[in-house]
C-alpha cells in the first residue's frame, strides 16, 4: 500500500481514459499533453472520457445554446481553470463562483453533468452546508479539502450570502478554513476549489449588488418551456 498526503496529489491535469492530459507551461501559455498511463502520478480517480483533439464539436456546441450567447465563451473559459487550478489562479486571480440560475428542465444539470464527466472528483457543497458551518456544524463541508470543484444542485435563494463567511473565504482564497471530522483534529487548509451553485434563482444580498457581482457571475439558463 502507499500514502500520500493530500497535497502531494496532482493539482493539474486530468487522468483520462487513454492517458493522463497534463499541462506544460514552458512556453508562457498553457499547452495540452496527453502522457501514458503511469504508477508514478497519484490520480485518486480515472475519467472515463478520452482526449481526442479532433472531435466533432456539435454536441458541446448544443449544450451550451442552454446559456445566452454572450455568456458561452465565459462559461468555457470558467471550466477550464478547472484543469490547472493552482497555476491559473495564481497567474490570472481567483475566479468567482458560479450561480446557474433557471427553473425547470432548462439544461443547467446538463451541463453540471457534462463536467462530471470530465472531472469524476466533484463535490456537492450546497449554500445550506456553509450556513451549517457558521451555525457551529463544521462537518458538512470537511471533505472539500479534497476537490478541486464543488457543483451543488439543490440550492436555496434564501440563504444570505453574507453571512456564509467561510464560504467567501474559500472563493476568495485570502484566508484558510477549517477541515474538521468528528473526534479528529481540525486540518487548516487554503481551499483550491472551483464552486457554482444550481438555483431557481440567484440568492440577493441586502443592499449590497457589489457583494454578489464581486464574488459571483450568475449563468442564467434558457426557459425551454
Known amino acids: ?5 493530500h497535497e502531494d496529489l496532482p493539482q493539474s491535469g486530468i487522468n483520462l481514459k487513454n492517458g493522463i492530459l497534463q499541462i506544460d507551461w514552458s512556453s508562457g501559455d498553457p499547452e495540452f499533453r496527453l502522457v501514458p498511463h503511469d504508477k508514478k502520478y497519484y490520480y485518486l480517480e480515472c475519467s472515463e472520457v478520452e482526449y481526442t483533439p479532433e472531435m466533432d464539436e456539435s454536441d458541446c456546441d448544443r449544450l451550451l445554446e442552454a446559456l445566452p450567447q454572450h455568456q458561452r465563451q465565459t462559461w468555457l473559459e470558467h471550466q477550464s481553470l478547472l484543469f490547472d487550478f493552482k497555476r491559473t489562479t495564481a497567474r490570472y486571480g481567483r ?10 428542465s432548462n439544461g443547467k444539470d446538463s451541463c453540471r453533468q457534462a463536467i462530471a464527466d470530465i472531472f469524476p472528483n466533484m463535490g456537492a457543497f450546497s449554500l445550506s452546508d456553509f450556513q ?4 457551529g456544524r463544521p462537518f458538512a ?8 470543484i464543488s457543483w451543488a444542485s439543490e440550492n ?10 467561510q464560504l467567501m ?3 476568495a482564497g485570502n484566508n484558510q478554513i477549517s477541515s474538521e471530522y468528528k473526534n479528529r483534529d481540525p ?17 440577493v444580498t441586502e443592499g449590497n449588488d457589489s457583494f454578489i457581482t464581486t464574488r459571483f457571475v450568475i449563468y442564467p439558463y434558457r426557459d425551454w418551456e
Open 1 to 5: 500500500q502507499t500514502f500520500t498526503h
Open 132 to 135: 451549517l458551518y457558521e451555525e
Open 95 to 104: 475566479p468567482r463562483a458560479g450561480f446557474h440560475e433557471g427553473l425547470g
Open 169 to 171: 473565504a474559500a472563493i
Open 156 to 165: 436555496s435563494h434564501k440563504i444570505k450570502l453574507e453571512n456564509l463567511k
Open 187 to 203: 486540518v487548516l487548509y487554503t481551499p483550491n476549489c472551483l464552486f457554482h451553485f444550481n438555483v431557481n434563482k440567484a440568492p
Open 141 to 148: 463541508i470537511a471533505p472539500l479539502i479534497k476537490y478541486r
